[in-house]
């Protein structure tokens, strides 16, 4: 992302998105392609968020876990995919400056949100298995909109201090960005001074956001696998890692490729592959999520079958 400059160097009227200009003859078929998985993200997530609001069956803490994930993953890819399919559409590939802080500090916050809320649902997943008798005591109402409010919190708090680290960062009139949106390593690249702190700055919250929420995810599951190993039925481990599977699914797809993007060294990948890592991950991810929890959890498909049945007025169960 660059940005566009009036004679006076402070005075930013813009970035200019290069996002994918060494392969003209596929923008228009990229534009066709995100348009329809940010469609079928929006219908996905807010089927999720709407099935887990109505079914009282699934008022428990998993789908309320859930539907905040879905809701989150809605509005990240609203934060980015409307701008990337304007300016794979329109050839002036401009965004403005006040448009790119924005994006910034929301795709930054949401993401960063879904680090730890992941981190989350992981523990909920925990008690739920490891201390089912206790399962409802524990993750009451208050707990959990406690621990949803927190991975809230924990998001903007890293925007309020990353991305405003980042626009301090004098850019010398460079304009053009290599990239479809404004991230944190893409903009420190237009530095033209010693970004040495901002860079040791975005590793340790990567450190935070990333690897602990993974080291608390793996501890989580390591219980789980302890009890799910003990109990003695085949269709009662069935039906515990069945209510686990979707979730680590989701943990795989979403950190493997945050972490490709933020803890790789940025000599040691192409701009190219950092580009369409940044695209799966902003647009494939979210689309993914509502299609594993729901063809991977038979109490989702069975709510859906029965919310459909009452709308449409026809018996699916």
Sequence with gaps: MGMMRST???????????????????????FVIILILYLLTI??????????????????????????????????????????????????????????????????????????????????????????????????????????????????????????LTLQLPLCGHYQVDHFNCEVPVLIKLACVDTTFNEAELFVASIIFLIVPIFFILISYGYIAQAVLKIKSASGRKKAFGTCSSHMI????????????????????????????????????????????TLRNKEVKWALKKVLGKILGLNFI
């Design 8 to 30: 006076n160097e402070s005075n930013i009227t813009g970035f200019i998105l290069l996002r994918f200009c060494d392969y003209p003859q596929l923008q228009k078929v990229l």
């Design 43 to 164: 219908f996905g997530n807010t089927t999720i968020i709407l099935v887990s609001h109505l079914e009282s069956k699934l008022h428990t803490p998993m789908y309320f876990f859930l539907s905040q994930l879905s809701f989150l993953d809605l509005c990240f890819t609203s934060s980015v995919i409307p701008q990337l399919l304007v300016n794979l559409w329109d050839p002036m590939k401009n965004i403005t400056y006040g448009g790119c802080v924005v994006q910034l500090y929301v795709s930054l916050a949401l993401g960063s949100t879904e680090c730890v809320l992941l981190a989350v649902m992981s523990y909920d997943r925990y008690i739920a298995i490891c201390r089912p008798l206790h399962y409802t005591v524990l993750m009451h109402p208050r707990l959990c909109m406690a621990l949803a409010s927190l991975s809230w919190l924990s998001g903007v708090v890293t925007t309020l201090v990353q991305s405003t």
């Design 250 to 293: 989701v943990v795989i797809i979403f950190y493997g490729t945050i972490i490709f993007m933020y803890l790789q060294p940025a000599n040691s990948r192409s701009k190219e592959q950092g580009k369409f890592v940044s695209l799966f991950y902003t647009v494939v991810t979210p689309m993914l999520n509502p299609v594993i929890y």
